[in-house]
């Protein structure tokens, strides 16, 4: 058992490997990174795959954009194949205020470089030929987006965090942090203590009880997600978009010779089940039948339930804490976590050196919420 870090990192997804990875090869010694089951094991492993710039928030923006370009260089970097697959996302539009609404986000995406932009029916189902344009008003496209594998995204930032001489510790459950005033002074494993005086939250859907081992109040919540996928389709485009109807949330992607689809369900009680279940198929079918009626011919194989991580603006947790000394997270992505998890390594890890980072991430401090300065994102899946 290690018995003290330089840094402690909470949380082996996506993005504790991505801080442990950038600490590390930032030249940071003893980075300790602490996983309680396997990595990828919680919210990671279910994610939909999804890689995307196009977002409402200028912030969200610039952290996508910079982890585009970090997936895109991720086989050379870090010799891992992570199935990627830039194939653009497209949000279909059905309703004027939505079309407002993109029209101003394309704007903003293409002033920061983002090559999105909106266009009409006929050419989105040129692009995602199973979508009828019935009631379809426009489309917002984006070729640089895409999708690719969670898991070896995961695998790849923890085999290179290791190359850099960080240490991965797997089922190890944190179950306290002790303090000395405002001061960090250890971890507390099922397996033992870890001494350090800083501390990185990355527990996903578990950080609102880390953030109360120290007094910091992470206004994180768990939410049910689910996914299906299906048999094979004959035919499939091999650069078909993501596809989003916006309106309904239905989505879907290529998953090997069939498609991964889901959507949110607004009856979904925030908590911490994963167990599938098939009252949300009546709504789906009926976003199925409305926006690509070609899915409702075919067969589920397969699926599974993960957690998002809500917060009250459905906007990320980025920062250090004010009243607990060395006390940083990177937490409540509300969906678009793993699309993230490149950019805000690196935030993190100039966080934590003093650096500036390569966006000021100030306005997602968990403090915006007691100032009454939410930052809400609208492009939410």
Request: hydrophobic fraction near 40%; include cysteine.
């Amino acid at each position: 058992m290690t018995g003290r870090a330089r840094v402690v990192v909470i949380g082996g997804g996506v993005m504790g490997t991505s801080i442990a990875y950038h600490l590390a090869r930032a030249g940071v010694p003893d980075v300790v990174l602490v996983e309680r089951d396997e990595l990828a094991s919680g919210s990671t492993s279910r994610a939909a795959g999804g890689i995307r710039a196009q977002f409402s928030d200028e912030l969200n923006i610039q952290l996508g954009a910079r982890s585009l370009e970090a997936f895109a260089r991720f086989g050379e970097e870090l010799d891992q194949d992570i199935g990627l697959h830039r194939v653009g996302y497209l949000f279909l539009l059905s309703a004027p205020e939505e079309v407002a609404a993109f029209e101003d986000g394309v704007r903003l995406q293409n002033e920061l470089g983002v090559p999105s932009r909106l266009i009409d029916p006929a050419e989105a189902r040129r692009l995602s030929p199973l979508i009828t344009t019935d009631g379809l008003l426009a489309a917002a496209f984006s070729p640089d987006d895409g999708h690719c594998t969670p898991e070896s995204v995961v695998q790849g930032y923890a085999a290179g965090a290791r190359r850099y001489g960080a240490t991965v510790l797997r089922h190890r459950e944190v179950t306290g942090i002790e303090t000395r005033g405002d001061e960090i002074t250890a971890v507390v494993t099922s397996q033992g203590r870890i001494a350090t005086d800083t501390v990185v939250c990355a527990a996903g859907a578990w950080s609102r009880a880390v953030g109360a081992m120290v007094g910091v109040d992470l206004p994180v919540q768990p939410l049910r997600r689910q996914i299906a996928v299906t048999e094979a389709v004959p035919g499939l485009p091999p650069d078909l978009p993501m596809t989003i109807d916006f309106t309904t949330s239905l989505y879907f992607h290529t998953e090997g010779p069939g498609l991964l689809l889901g959507m949110s369900d607004p009856d979904e009680i925030p908590g911490f089940a994963t167990s599938t279940h098939d009252r949300w198929i009546p709504r789906l079918s009926e976003a199925m039948e409305r926006r690509a009626p070609a899915l409702l011919d075919l067969r589920r194989t397969g699926g599974w339930a993960g957690l998002y991580e809500i917060t009250p603006d459905h906007n990320a947790l980025i920062g250090e804490a004010r009243s607990c000394s060395r006390f940083l997270y990177a937490t409540g992505f509300s969906g678009h976590g793993f699309l993230q998890g490149p950019a805000v390594g690196e935030v993190v890890r100039d966080l934590y050196l003093g650096r500036v980072p390569f966006v000021d991430i100030s306005p997602l401090s968990v403090e915006r919420f007691a100032a009454d300065a939410p930052r809400p994102e609208v492009n939410l899946v």
